[in-house]
């Protein structure tokens, strides 16, 4: 069971506009930045967001994030085959103090 | 360029102990504006953050709770290389393991090298 809590699926097509949410609580993305990580096949997580908004450079625009309260979200714009991948939240967790992960979610381009 | 190298067996025993290094080049363990992290994976739990090092005048240590008893991390700034130690280990510790860095300039958190990750099977 996660900390924070993400639909394990997702999908679009290619050239579509998807979306991932995360919800998290008072004491991890209430108080502090979210993050997202992408994880290609065999591959270690990649990041794609931090501070909730920012992009690593060399990471497309394409990759948004955005926060809303206690929840974050990452976006993806003109979607192609090679964003199939895992994709995870995470966040510094006040109450635990440490880092906290979504459990994952599988994005499909159909 | 940084790299992170990881080393150490992928089998341990039930109740042994998981040791596992990661060496660093291109940077080094000391850089006061970065952090060290043990980081794993598995099926059954996911993402798991493990506990890291870094140095701010002194050594730092910070553990997971989840592992706080039985984890040990540790710099080697001779070998330029930090360390993990799990002790008193079961099969729900059998996971792909991550040592990751944090690049922590201006108060930012950017995961941004990786090592290659190391399947650690718990079995007898």
């Known amino acids: 069971q996660s900390v924070l809590t993400q639909p394990p699926s997702a999908s679009g097509t290619p050239g579509q506009r998807v979306t991932i949410s995360c919800s998290g609580s008072?004491?991890?993305?209430?108080?502090?930045?979210g993050y997202w990580f992408q994880q290609l096949p065999g591959t270690a997580p990649k990041l794609l967001i931090y501070r909730d908004i920012q992009r690593p450079s060399g990471v497309p625009d394409r990759f948004s994030g955005s926060k809303s309260d206690t929840s974050t979200s990452l976006a993806i714009s003109g979607l192609t085959s090679e964003d199939e991948a895992d994709y995870y939240c995470?966040?510094?967790?006040?109450?635990?103090?440490?880092?906290?992960f979504g459990g994952g979610t599988k994005l499909t381009v159909v | 360029q940084v790299q992170l190298q990881q080393s150490g067996p992928g089998l341990v025993k039930p109740s042994q102990s998981l040791s596992l290094t990661c060496a660093i080049s291109g940077d080094s363990v000391s850089n006061s504006n970065v952090v060290w992290n043990w980081i794993r994976q598995s099926p059954s739990r996911g993402l798991e953050w493990l506990g890291r090092?870094?140095?701010?005048?002194?050594?730092?240590?910070d553990y997971a709770v989840s592992v706080k008893s039985r984890i040990t991390i540790n710099p080697d700034t001779s070998k330029n290389q930090f360390s993990l130690q799990l002790n008193s280990v079961t099969p729900e510790d059998t996971a792909v393991y991550y040592c990751?860095?944090?690049?922590?300039?201006?108060?930012?958190?950017?995961?941004?090298?990786w090592g290659q990750g190391t399947l650690v099977t718990v079995s007898s």
């Open positions: 008072s004491s991890n993305i209430g108080i502090n930045s």
């Open positions: 990751a860095r944090d690049n922590n300039v201006r108060g930012n958190h950017i995961f941004d090298y």
């Open positions: 995470a966040a510094w967790d006040d109450s635990v103090a440490g880092w906290v």
């Open positions: 090092t870094y140095y701010r005048s002194e050594w730092n240590r």
